[in-house]
């Protein structure tokens, strides 16, 4: 197993350039099994989950080619509508294939994803919305049974804005015979580049990014090409790296208008943010304000930058407060940071971060993808050394993080355990 080493206490600076959306790229690439032909997707990123998702086209049967960051993706046969136990807990977004599957082939079998370190992380929406579209979906050990032998369009009222089953249900929706309407749907950037894509290949969707869609559904769909998104979230990580350390960089890639919630709060925090270029320079104060957050759903502070800010907030001038509203367990990060000098009590869904915390260096474990992202973050702050173990946690979500930062200045090293 490999571990990141980092010599703490360097002001980052330079330009840092973010790499595509995981969390855009994923149901991207599931989208290419609702179509027949060759499909390509460019600027892939470089990630252990991107390799899980090609693993799973290709056991369904899809042809998969690379270029230099490109994906080309042949649907044309589907051999196999399973996906197994094993893939699915190795990555969970690979539930994205139950709406493709049955809108395309009339049947998916997929396994429940089971919990996650994060939380339990149901897809009881999903199902609901699929059956909602005229599918039977039964549960055979474990393992979701979806059949339908044409999916009609429904309306759909969903208990709560679920990213996953939004996608899940406008690729269903798409082949769907007459009109859906999705309310209370996701609102995430990646909702709105996968609408876009799937209007590209022919569908019929309008409303992406707001609380309603409309989708009138066809009868086909042709191949996909497109250019994913950047990764807003590698880009808040960086935008805190920037923070934390007093540096100055520019971080191209970032948008501003998917970043509100975290600007707000960092600006309030005392950081400097202006556009540049085409990105958003980034500069660090002396001294960081405390700042209470609350995580949401887009377009609310995201649950995936919460990790992030609390190791930000350990070296604000006083009390914050940073309570996690989407996720039952998201706090996995905060006993690491605590041995690295961190105060912060946990108060249920609650953290309470004192502040002025002189981090020093530790090893420390990564025990998910946001919250390894968190050590590292306080390890560039920290005084010596910190080594992060268990880094295939990062590597699910961010693309050679270890040589992005070194090219900021940053004193860090990917070493074997
Ligand atoms: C997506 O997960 C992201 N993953 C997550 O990013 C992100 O944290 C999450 O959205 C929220 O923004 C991908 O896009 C691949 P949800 P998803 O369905 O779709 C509950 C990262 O770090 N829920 O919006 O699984 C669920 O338990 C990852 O990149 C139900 O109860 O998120 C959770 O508490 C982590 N029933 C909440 O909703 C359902 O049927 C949010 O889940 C579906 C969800």
Excluded: W
Aim: charged share 20%.
């Amino acid at each position: 197993m490999e571990k990141i080493v980092i010599k703490g206490g360097i002001s980052l600076a330079g330009e840092v350039q973010v790499s595509g959306a995981k969390n855009s790229a994923l149901p991207l690439l599931f989208a290419t099994l609702l179509a027949d032909g060759r499909s390509e997707i460019c600027n892939i990123p470089h990630l252990r989950d991107i390799n899980t998702a090609v693993k799973l086209l290709r056991e369904l049967g899809a042809e998969v080619s690379f270029t230099a960051d490109c994906i080309q993706v042949d649907a044309t046969k589907i051999r196999s509508i399973e996906a197994s136990y094993d893939l699915v807990k190795t990555m969970r977004a690979s539930v994205l294939v139950l709406g493709p599957l049955l809108a395309r082939c009339g049947h998916a079998r997929v396994s429940l994803p089971g919990g996650c370190a994060i939380g339990a992380r149901p897809i009881n929406l999903h199902l609901k919305g699929l059956e909602a579209l005229g599918a039977t979906i039964k549960l055979d050990h474990g393992y979701v049974e979806a059949t339908a032998k044409q999916l009609r369009g429904a309306k759909i009222s969903l208990d709560m804005p679920t990213v996953g089953g939004t996608e899940n249900l406008l690729m269903a929706a798409s082949l769907a015979d007459g009109e859906t309407v999705l309310e209370n749907a996701a609102r995430e950037p990646e909702i709105v580049q996968l609408a876009e894509a799937l209007n590209s290949m022919g569908a019929k969707i309008e409303g992406a990014g707001t609380a309603i869609i409309h989708v009138q559904g066809v009868e086909k769909l042709q191949p996909l090409k497109c250019s994913v998104i950047p990764d807003r979230i590698e880009a808040g990580t960086f935008m805190i790296a920037a923070a934390i350390t007093g540096g100055n960089v520019l971080v191209r890639g970032a948008v501003q208008a998917d970043q509100e919630a975290l600007i707000s709060k960092m600006l309030e925090a005392g950081v400097k943010i202006y556009p540049e270029a085409d990105g958003l320079r980034v500069i660090g104060p002396q001294q960081l304000k405390p700042v209470d957050v609350r995580t949401g759903v887009f377009p609310g502070f995201p649950t995936d930058m919460q990790a992030q800010f609390m190791a930000l907030m350990t070296k604000a001038e006083g009390t914050s407060r940073i309570s996690e509203t989407v996720f039952e367990n998201r706090f996995m990060h905060v006993c690491e940071l605590q041995r690295m000098g961190a105060d912060i009590q946990i108060d249920g869904h609650s953290a309470i971060i004192r502040g002025n915390s002189n981090l020093t260096g530790a090893p420390v474990m990564a025990t998910d993808l946001r919250a390894s992202a968190s050590l590292i973050l306080a390890g560039l702050a920290a005084e010596n050394t910190t080594e992060v173990s268990r880094i295939y946690h990062l590597d699910r979500g961010y693309e050679k993080i270890e040589k992005k930062l070194a090219a900021l200045g940053a004193d860090v090293r990917r070493e074997q355990e």
